[in-house]
């Protein structure tokens, strides 16, 4: 039995046009951390869905035994929900919602656009790989948190204060596939990178500048963390983010 979701991180479902707008948060996170652009997406007309990825946004002991298919899973669940009624689909997604924003355009060439924010896909380093191996064979569960890294004060995406060091595997296998499927992205690829990221490093974009089949594009943001849509510049990425899929998915009228 999963504890209770916690105030802020409640998913989101909104009806709108034919146009549909997927919205995905990223690791040891929670929607907090996308919903303004999430309720912006649905102020424009959009069918807007941000799920509530499994094992996030109610305690961290939920995260533990959650796994890569579990998240992809319901991403690609929430995709196909709105595919079903919409003429056309885009994904938004930050950090790991990134990273399944570009799994999701790997296995569905029909995606009209993407729009990522420090998304992750490339593998942990091999010395990161190891001191987590090392630190479950000690016992542990879980180590010190990876969220809520932003430069503007006072401010939390409402994640967890542990990493789940078994699903942050998980997560690092899972990118080894991305990435050697970057090619297979057909759709326009805005990518928004912190030039001072905590998580993500930023040379983690070069990787699908150079690698995606489709037209693409990168801001690069000078005074914003990791969680860069509740930071200094979150109204340059909302608007940028915005303008791409208004762009490529289609504007409402």
Not at 37 to 50: P, Q, S
């Amino acid at each position: 039995m999963t504890a209770p979701i916690l105030p802020g991180c409640e998913p989101l479902v909104a009806e709108g046009s034919s146009l549909g707008v997927l919205v995905l948060h990223g690791f040891t996170g929670s929607p907090a951390s996308m919903r303004s652009l999430a309720e912006g997406f649905a102020a424009r007309g959009y069918t807007v869905e941000m799920p509530l990825l499994p094992g996030h946004g109610t305690d961290l002991v939920d995260m533990i035994p959650t796994r890569w298919a579990d998240w992809y899973g319901e991403a690609d669940a929430a995709y196909g929900r709105l595919a079903a009624r919409c003429e056309r689909v885009a994904v938004v997604g930050l950090s790991m919602g990134g990273g399944l924003s570009l799994a999701l355009a790997e296995a569905h060439q029909e995606v009209a656009a993407l729009g990522l924010v420090n998304p992750m896909c490339q593998p942990l380093a091999a010395e990161l790989r190891e001191g987590i191996d090392a630190l479950l064979e000690s016992g542990l569960e879980h180590f010190d948190s990876i969220g809520s890294d932003i430069a503007k004060p006072d401010i939390s995406e409402l994640g967890y204060p542990g990493t789940p060091l078994e699903a942050a595997k998980s997560l690092s296998f899972a990118m080894e596939t991305v990435h050697a499927n970057l090619g297979a992205i057909v759709a326009p690829t805005l990518v928004v990178t912190s030039v001072q990221d905590h998580v993500v490093p930023p040379e983690t974009a070069s990787a699908i500048l150079d690698s995606v089949a489709g037209p693409v594009r990168q801001i690069l943001l000078q005074e914003s963390y990791h969680v860069a849509t509740m930071d200094f510049e979150q109204p340059l990425v909302e608007a940028e983010i915005f303008a791409h899929i208004a762009e490529h998915l289609g504007a409402n009228s």
